[in-house]
């Protein structure tokens, strides 16, 4: 009996080893560089001492920010994909798809930022939103550091269960909604002196994107 031989498909990961290598080695280079902030940073869930300390806005233009936000977007694109793979409707090794999503997120990300200042000036609250966003960038990107080494766990072992994801992002919606309440917490004094631009500005660019970015994600999904 001839015993027939099949060609072994292996899947490509080496690219998925050099990003993670690169966005390792950002969060590195950034810790050397800010040792004081970054250690303040990475306690933000346990103490509001990093947003007093570095609540003004030019912060958000630093290359402490910059770095990490490169880490967040990748970070979170492979989150996405991750969880895509593990409910099987996509493969964790689709190098094509990490980069739509990537180029998905910083555009969306971006662009959100651009409307928002364009809304805080046409209701005349640009100093409140920009501290407001400092405050939403901080915490966003602190959920992309924490889920990154999550990430190349997930990547290198098979059959994660779907509980997995699910409870990363029931833990992030929770550190989001902390996030939030700091926020209202820190500028309740601006909040209740206009109070009906705050209403408008939490629906438009607070909920409003993230319902349709749902609604189209669930549409495709299905």
Known sequence: MIEQLHPRILENKDWATLLFVLTFAVVAMTKSAYETRFSEFSKLIFSDKYAKIYRDN?????????????????????????????????????????????????YFILGKFLIEKIVATSFNIDEFAELFNLQKVTYRTYIGVLILPVNAVLFYYDNIPKIVPLAIIAISLCIS???????IKTYQNAIISKLFYFILYLCALEIAPYYFLYYWITKEAA
Not at 177 to 183: A, D, E, P
């Open 58 to 106: 030019n912060h958000l233009r630093s290359s402490f920010t910059v770095g990490l936000f490169f880490v967040q977007v990748v970070s979170y694109a492979f989150f996405i994909q991750l969880t895509m793979h593990i409910f099987g409707y996509a493969s964790k090794t689709d190098w094509i798809l990490f980069i739509q999503l990537a180029t998905f997120l910083l």
């Open 177 to 183: 909604l902390y996030s939030y309440f700091i926020s």
